[in-house]
Nanobody, 128 residues
Framework: QFQLVESGGGLVQAGGSLRLSCAAS????????IGWFRQAPGKEREGVAC????????YYADSVKGRFTISRDNAGNTVYLQMDSLKPEDTAVYYC?????????????????????WGQGTQVTVSS
């Protein structure tokens, strides 16, 4: 069964870094578009960063550009979200999501509706 699992969340001081990981046991993620999303209390889920399966192109929300980096490992088993210069407003539950490239050949946008499979989320808390 295809199940996404996030890891790497935690508590960090403002200005610090965390690296989140997303993997699906027994599956390579190379054939999936992958997105990282976050949801803070009382707010809607928002797209943070996405990476296309087709050509590796990436998308970043304006609020994280220059601070966050989405990438795949060489084996294609794990997708990372490197988060640097973290701010208190980055505090949220972070979710990994996947969409098969055979279902959606071109990832046109990076929104929650574009992805069909979701992980359970990992908490990121940035203290001031």
């Amino acid at each position: 069964q295809f199940q996404l699992v996030e890891s790497g969340g935690g508590l960090v001081q403002a200005g610090g870094s965390l690296r989140l990981s997303c993997a699906a046991s027994g599956y390579t993620l190379n054939f999936y578009h992958i997105g990282w999303f976050r949801q803070a209390p009382g707010k809607e889920r928002e797209g943070v960063a996405c990476i296309s399966s087709r050509d590796g192109s990436t998308y970043y929300a304006d609020s994280v550009k220059g601070r966050f980096t989405i990438s795949r490992d060489n084996a294609g088993n794990t997708v990372y979200l490197q988060m640097d210069s973290l701010k208190p407003e980055d505090t949220a539950v972070y979710y990994c999501a996947a969409e098969g490239s055979w279902v959606t050949p071109v990832l046109a946008t990076c929104g929650p509706a574009d992805f069909g499979a979701w992980g359970q989320g990992t908490q990121v808390t940035v203290s001031s």
